[in-house]
C-alpha cells in the first residue's frame, strides 16, 4: 500500500511538473505589478533628472515600480556582468557599446520593442536618430538599445595657460596632431624634471575613441575588412607610438596615463593644465566647479584635431556610444515595461542636453533644441560629431582596447619600443580575434 | 528490553567535539571546499562569464594555453608576483617581528594596545581613500618626489613613482608594507604573549643581555608564531590584488604589477574567459599550498618544548 502510494505521489508529481513546463507563459495583465531594476554609471545632473523621469513615468505607469542604482563608472561594467553571471541582472543597464557586445552575442539583451517607439522596424527607428548613431547597436538587422548618449571628444582649452606660455589661444589652438605635439613644448613647464604645467591630458579609460580615428588618418586599422587581422598598417601604428612615446615621461613628459585625470583639474583652473580631451558633459561641471571660471571666457572647445596628413573626407574622430539595455532574461511584462520607460526617456533629448548633465541623446531634434543656444560651444562638439564614426567596438573589442592602453602606456612610461610594443599588441590582439 | 550501549568517556567528548565542529565543517564544505571544486571542473571547460551555451570540455587546455601563450602574460604575472612577494614577505616578517619586540619589551599592555590600533589604522582604511592619499603623494609635485629630493638633497628630480617599473613595483611593496604590517605587529605581540616571563627573569639572573634573550629565548619560543606568520603572509603576498589594482586603475603600466590575481581578474572579469581564469587560481592555489608546506617544513614549528 505505502510503496503504490509513493509510486502514485511520484506521478502525480512528474505530472505537475511537465505540465508547468510545458505550459505557455501567461499573458501578462496590464495592471500586474512590476519591479524594473535600472542600473546606470554615476553623473549627478543625470541621475537628479532621470529621478524626476522615474517619478513621472510611474505616476502614469502606477504597476511599475522603478528601483533606480547608480554604480561607480569604473566598477559599472564588472558588477553588471556579476549580476548576469548570477542571472540576476538589472531589467535595465546602460553601458559602452564595447562592453555590452558580447551581451549582445550571447542574447543577454533583447531587441528593442520597435512598436513602442513608434516604428515599424530596425530601419525605421534608426531613422529617428542622427547619422549612423545607431549601428553600433545594430546586430543582424535588430537594434538592442537605445542611446543614453554619444559622446565625441572636443578639445578643451584653457587660454589662461596659453597666455602664460606667450600664446594666443584663439589663433594658437591646434588644429592637427602635430600642431599638439609641437605647441606641448612651448606650454609644458618643469621644475628640474617634474612637470608642473602640464600640456594635455587624454583620455585613456576609452582609447579607441581618443586614438583611433589617428590611426585610421595614418592608414592604420583595427580590424582588417574581412575580420580576420587585427592591428593593420604596420607603419602607422609605428608612427603612433613614435608620436605617444615623445609624448610620454619615457619621452618628452608632455602627458601620461599615470598622471592624474584631467577632467577635475581642468575645471579648477589653477594653471595645471593647458588642454584635454572631454565630451559636452563637461560644460555644467565647470559652471558647478568653478563659476568664476566658467564666466571669464578663459576657457574654449575646440574641434579634435586631425593628422595633417588626413582628407577631408577622414572621420575627425571617433565617438563612444553608450545605449540603454533591457535584460531578455526579465519576464515579458518587465522587458515591456522597460521599453515604454525607455521610449518615455528618449522622448526628452532636449532635456537630458540641458539639465539631464549634457548628455548628447542623438535624436533628429535635438539639432533644432534651444538648449544648444546656452551651452558653450554646443556647436563645435555637434560638428564635431556630424564628422566621426563610431569606435571599434566589436568582437573582442574590450580585449584589445585593454592590450592597446596596455601598449601606450609601455610606450609613454616605461620606454618600450614602439617596435616592441606593436609587435606585443599584434600578437595579443590577433590571438583574441583568432579565439573568436 | 535493550541494552544499552556503554561509550567511553572518550568517545563521549569526541561525539561533542564532532557536534561543535560540524557546523564548521559545513561551512567551510559550502564556502571554501564547493568553489575550490567547482573552479577545477571550471578551469576544464571553455566557459565564457555571460554564455548561457553549455561550455565545451577542453580538458587540459586552458592549462597548456596559459603556459604556452605568450599572449595571455600569465609567465609574466608568475615573475611580477615573484617580485613583489620576495620583496614584500621578508620586511613584513623581520619588521613586524622587530616592531612587536620593541612594542612588547618596552611598553605596558595598555599602550601596547594603542600601538597596536595605531599599526592596525592602514589595513582598515578603504581602498579609495588610501587611493587618494598614495596617488597624491606620488604625484610628481607630491609629498613623494620632495620628501626624497630633500633628503637626498636632489632638487627637481622625478623618481617617476608610477611610471618607472622598478619604481612602481617598489611603491606597491611600499603600500601593501603601510596597509599589512599592523595586522603581523598584532599576531607577534599575541605571541609573544604566551612565552612566560619567568624565563626571561632567570636568564636577567644568569647575565644574558637583551639580545641574547631575544636571541635564545625569544626567537626559538616564538617558532610557533613564525611559522603561522610567515605562511599567512606568503599566502597573503601571493593573493595580493587590490594595491596593483589600484595603481592600474590610477593609470600606472600595467606589465610590471600584473600580479596573478590581478591577472585573473583581467581574464576572468575584463575578457570574460572564466574557465582560462579558473585554470590560473588552481595554479595559484596549488603554488600557495606547495610553498606553504616547503615553510613549514622549513622552520619545524612543532620541535619546541618548554
Given at each position: 500500500?505505502?510503496?503504490?502510494?509513493?509510486?502514485?505521489?511520484?506521478l502525480?508529481?512528474?505530472?505537475a511538473?511537465?505540465?508547468?513546463?510545458?505550459?505557455?507563459?501567461?499573458?501578462?495583465?496590464?495592471?500586474e505589478?512590476?519591479?524594473?531594476?535600472?542600473?546606470?554609471?554615476?553623473?549627478?545632473?543625470r541621475?537628479?533628472?532621470?529621478?524626476?523621469l522615474i517619478?513621472?513615468?510611474?505616476?502614469?505607469?502606477p504597476?511599475v515600480?522603478?528601483?533606480?542604482?547608480?554604480?561607480?563608472?569604473?566598477?559599472?561594467?564588472?558588477?553588471?556582468?556579476?549580476?548576469?553571471?548570477?542571472n540576476n541582472?538589472?531589467?535595465?543597464?546602460?553601458?559602452?557599446?564595447?562592453?555590452?557586445?558580447?551581451y549582445?552575442?550571447?542574447?543577454?539583451?533583447?531587441?528593442?520593442?520597435?512598436a513602442?517607439?513608434?516604428?515599424?522596424?530596425a530601419?525605421?527607428?534608426?531613422?529617428?536618430?542622427?547619422?549612423?548613431?545607431?549601428?553600433?547597436?545594430?546586430?543582424?538587422?535588430?537594434?538592442?538599445?537605445?542611446?543614453?548618449?554619444?559622446?565625441?571628444?572636443?578639445?578643451?582649452v584653457?587660454?589662461?595657460?596659453?597666455?602664460?606660455?606667450?600664446?594666443?589661444?584663439?589663433?594658437?589652438?591646434?588644429?592637427?596632431?602635430?600642431?599638439?605635439?609641437t605647441?606641448s613644448?612651448?606650454?609644458?613647464?618643469?621644475?628640474?624634471?617634474?612637470?608642473?604645467?602640464r600640456?594635455?591630458?587624454f583620455?585613456?579609460?576609452?582609447?579607441f575613441?581618443?586614438?583611433?580615428?589617428?590611426?585610421?588618418?595614418?592608414?592604420?586599422?583595427?580590424?582588417?575588412?574581412?575580420?580576420?587581422?587585427?592591428?593593420?598598417?604596420?607603419?602607422?601604428?609605428?608612427?603612433?607610438f613614435?608620436?605617444?612615446h615623445?609624448?610620454?615621461?619615457?619621452?618628452?613628459?608632455?602627458?601620461?596615463?599615470?598622471?592624474?585625470?584631467a577632467?577635475?583639474?581642468f575645471?579648477?583652473?589653477?594653471?595645471?593644465?593647458?588642454?584635454?580631451?572631454?565630451?559636452?558633459?563637461q560644460?555644467?561641471?565647470?559652471?558647478?566647479?568653478?563659476?568664476?571660471?566658467?564666466?571669464?571666457?578663459?576657457?574654449?572647445?575646440?574641434?579634435?584635431?586631425?593628422?595633417?596628413?588626413?582628407?577631408?573626407?577622414?572621420?575627425?574622430?571617433?565617438?563612444?556610444?553608450?545605449?540603454?539595455?533591457?535584460?531578455?532574461?526579465?519576464?515579458?511584462?518587465a522587458?515591456?515595461?522597460?521599453?515604454?520607460?525607455?521610449?518615455?526617456?528618449q522622448?526628452k533629448?532636449?532635456?537630458?542636453?540641458?539639465?539631464?548633465?549634457?548628455v548628447?541623446?542623438?535624436?533628429?531634434?535635438?539639432?533644432?533644441?534651444a538648449?544648444?543656444d546656452?551651452?558653450?560651444?554646443?556647436?563645435?562638439?555637434?560638428d564635431?560629431?556630424?564628422?566621426?564614426?563610431?569606435?571599434?567596438?566589436?568582437?573582442?573589442?574590450?580585449?584589445?582596447?585593454?592590450?592597446?592602453?596596455a601598449?601606450?602606456?609601455?610606450?609613454?612610461?616605461?620606454?618600450?619600443?614602439?617596435?616592441?610594443?606593436?609587435k606585443?599588441?599584434?600578437?595579443g590582439?590577433?590571438?583574441?580575434?583568432?579565439?573568436? | 528490553?535493550?541494552?544499552?550501549?556503554?561509550?567511553?568517556i572518550e568517545?563521549?567528548?569526541?561525539?561533542?567535539?564532532?557536534g561543535?565542529?560540524?557546523?564548521s565543517?559545513?561551512?567551510f564544505?559550502?564556502f571554501?571546499?564547493?568553489?575550490?571544486?567547482?573552479?577545477?571542473?571550471?578551469?576544464?571547460?571553455?566557459?565564457?562569464?555571460?554564455?548561457?551555451?553549455?561550455?565545451?570540455?577542453?580538458?587540459?587546455?586552458?592549462?597548456?594555453?596559459?603556459?604556452?601563450?605568450?599572449?595571455?602574460?600569465?609567465?609574466?604575472?608568475?615573475?611580477?608576483?615573484a617580485?613583489?612577494?620576495?620583496?614584500?614577505?621578508?620586511?613584513?616578517?623581520i619588521f613586524?617581528?622587530l616592531?612587536s619586540?620593541?612594542?612588547?619589551?618596552?611598553?605596558?599592555?595598555s599602550?601596547?594596545?594603542?600601538?597596536?590600533?595605531?599599526?592596525?589604522?592602514?589595513?582598515?582604511?578603504?581602498?579609495?581613500?588610501?587611493?587618494?592619499i598614495?596617488?597624491l603623494?606620488?604625484?610628481?609635485?607630491?609629498?613623494?618626489?620632495?620628501?626624497?629630493?630633500?633628503?637626498?638633497?636632489?632638487?627637481?628630480?622625478?623618481h617617476?613613482?608610477?611610471?618607472?617599473?622598478?619604481?612602481?613595483?617598489?611603491?606597491?611593496?611600499?603600500?601593501?608594507f603601510?596597509?599589512?604590517?599592523?595586522?603581523?605587529?598584532?599576531l607577534?605581540?599575541?605571541?609573544?604573549?604566551t612565552?612566560?616571563?619567568?624565563?626571561y627573569?632567570?636568564?636577567?639572573?644568569?647575565?644574558?643581555?637583551?639580545?641574547?634573550?631575544?636571541r635564545?629565548?625569544?626567537?626559538?619560543?616564538?617558532?610557533?608564531?613564525?611559522?603561522?606568520?610567515?605562511?599567512?603572509?606568503?599566502?597573503?603576498c601571493?593573493?595580493?590584488f587590490?594595491?596593483?589594482?589600484?595603481f592600474?586603475?590610477?593609470?600606472?603600466?600595467?606589465?610590471?604589477?600584473?600580479?596573478?590575481?590581478?591577472?585573473?581578474?583581467?581574464?576572468?572579469i575584463?575578457?570574460?574567459?572564466?574557465?582560462?581564469?579558473?585554470?590560473?587560481s588552481?595554479?595559484l592555489?596549488?603554488?600557495?599550498i606547495?610553498?606553504s608546506?616547503?615553510?613549514?617544513?622549513?622552520?619545524?614549528?612543532?620541535?619546541?618544548?618548554?
Open positions: 500500500m505505502k510503496r503504490l502510494f509513493a509510486v502514485l505521489l511520484v502525480v508529481v512528474a505530472a511538473i511537465v505540465s508547468a513546463a510545458g505550459a505557455p507563459e501567461a499573458a501578462p495583465k496590464a495592471d505589478p512590476i519591479t524594473l531594476r535600472y542600473w546606470t554609471h554615476e553623473d549627478a545632473n541621475q537628479a533628472f532621470e529621478d524626476e517619478a513621472e513615468f510611474q505616476k502614469t505607469h504597476n515600480t522603478i528601483e533606480h542604482t547608480v554604480v561607480p563608472t569604473k566598477k559599472r561594467a564588472e558588477l553588471i556582468q556579476t549580476a548576469f553571471a548570477a541582472g538589472p531589467d535595465i543597464f546602460t553601458m559602452p557599446i564595447e562592453d555590452a557586445y558580447q549582445i552575442l550571447d542574447g543577454r539583451v533583447t531587441p528593442v520593442d520597435y513602442v517607439f513608434g516604428a515599424k522596424d530601419k525605421d527607428l534608426a531613422g529617428q536618430y542622427l547619422g549612423t548613431t545607431m549601428s553600433p547597436a545594430t546586430v543582424e538587422g535588430d537594434i538592442y538599445g537605445v542611446p543614453l548618449e554619444i559622446t565625441n571628444y572636443g578639445l578643451y584653457n587660454k589662461r595657460v596659453f597666455r602664460d606660455a606667450g600664446l594666443d589661444a584663439d589663433k594658437d589652438y591646434p588644429k592637427t596632431w602635430e600642431d599638439l605635439l605647441l613644448e612651448k606650454i609644458c613647464k618643469y621644475d628640474g624634471q617634474i612637470l608642473t604645467v600640456a594635455v591630458d583620455n585613456y579609460d576609452h582609447c575613441v581618443q586614438f583611433q580615428s589617428l590611426i585610421e588618418q595614418m592608414g592604420g586599422k583595427i580590424l582588417s575588412d574581412d575580420g580576420k587581422e587585427a592591428i593593420v598598417g604596420e607603419e602607422a601604428w609605428l608612427r603612433f613614435r608620436m605617444m615623445e609624448f610620454g615621461p619615457a619621452g618628452k613628459n608632455y602627458a601620461s596615463p599615470s598622471y592624474t585625470y577632467r577635475k583639474l575645471n579648477a583652473a589653477n594653471g595645471d593644465i593647458a588642454m584635454a580631451f572631454i565630451g559636452l558633459y560644460v555644467p561641471r565647470i559652471l558647478k566647479d568653478n563659476p568664476e571660471f566658467y564666466n571669464s571666457g578663459d576657457w574654449m572647445i575646440v574641434p579634435f584635431p586631425k593628422m595633417a596628413e588626413a582628407k577631408e573626407s577622414d572621420p575627425r574622430s571617433c565617438y563612444l556610444s553608450q545605449y540603454y539595455y533591457v535584460n531578455a532574461q526579465s519576464s515579458p511584462a522587458q515591456k515595461a522597460a521599453w515604454e520607460f525607455l521610449a518615455f526617456c522622448s533629448p532636449e532635456e537630458y542636453l540641458g539639465r539631464g548633465g549634457s548628447i541623446q542623438p535624436r533628429k531634434s535635438v539639432l533644432e533644441s538648449v544648444l546656452t551651452l558653450p560651444y554646443s556647436n563645435v562638439v555637434l564635431g560629431l556630424a564628422e566621426s564614426k563610431a569606435s571599434y567596438c566589436e568582437g573582442g573589442a574590450k580585449e584589445i582596447e585593454a592590450l592597446f592602453l601598449a601606450l602606456t609601455d610606450v609613454m612610461d616605461v620606454g618600450v619600443s614602439p617596435e616592441e610594443a606593436y606585443t599588441l599584434k600578437e590582439a590577433q590571438a583574441v580575434i583568432d579565439e573568436l | 528490553m535493550r541494552q544499552k550501549k556503554y561509550r567511553g568517545r563521549k567528548l569526541a561525539l561533542w567535539g564532532w561543535f565542529n560540524i557546523p565543517l559545513v561551512f564544505a559550502v571554501s571546499f564547493a568553489p575550490i571544486f567547482y573552479a577545477i571542473y571550471t578551469s576544464l571547460y571553455d566557459k565564457r562569464v555571460l554564455s548561457l551555451k553549455a561550455p565545451n570540455f577542453v580538458g587540459l587546455k586552458n592549462y597548456i594555453d596559459i603556459f604556452t601563450n605568450k599572449g595571455i602574460g600569465f609567465l609574466d604575472s608568475l615573475k611580477s608576483s617580485i613583489f612577494s620576495f620583496g614584500a614577505f621578508f620586511p613584513l616578517v613586524s617581528l616592531f619586540v620593541l612594542v612588547y619589551n618596552n611598553y605596558k599592555a599602550t601596547q594596545r594603542k600601538f597596536e590600533i595605531l599599526w592596525y589604522t592602514p589595513a582598515v582604511i578603504s581602498s579609495v581613500v588610501a587611493t587618494t598614495w596617488m603623494i606620488f604625484d610628481p609635485r607630491g609629498l613623494g618626489n620632495q620628501v626624497v629630493n630633500f633628503i637626498l638633497n636632489t632638487p627637481g628630480v622625478d617617476r613613482w608610477t611610471s618607472n617599473p622598478s619604481m612602481l613595483r617598489f611603491v606597491t611593496i611600499m603600500v601593501y603601510w596597509k599589512y604590517i599592523g595586522y603581523y605587529i598584532v607577534f605581540i599575541t605571541g609573544l604573549g612565552i612566560p616571563g619567568t624565563l627573569e632567570a636568564a636577567r639572573i644568569d647575565g644574558a643581555s637583551r639580545m641574547q634573550c631575544f635564545r629565548i625569544t626567537l626559538p619560543l616564538l617558532k610557533p608564531t613564525i611559522s603561522l606568520v610567515s605562511v599567512l603572509c606568503l599566502i597573503h601571493l593573493k595580493t587590490s594595491t596593483q589594482y589600484m592600474y586603475q590610477s593609470g600606472a603600466p600595467l606589465k610590471p604589477i600584473n600580479v596573478i590575481s590581478l591577472s585573473i581578474y583581467t581574464t576572468g575584463t575578457n570574460q574567459r572564466i574557465g582560462r581564469a579558473c585554470a590560473m588552481i595554479i592555489f596549488a603554488a600557495m606547495i610553498l608546506i616547503a615553510q613549514l617544513k622549513l622552520i619545524n614549528a612543532d620541535d619546541i618544548d618548554y
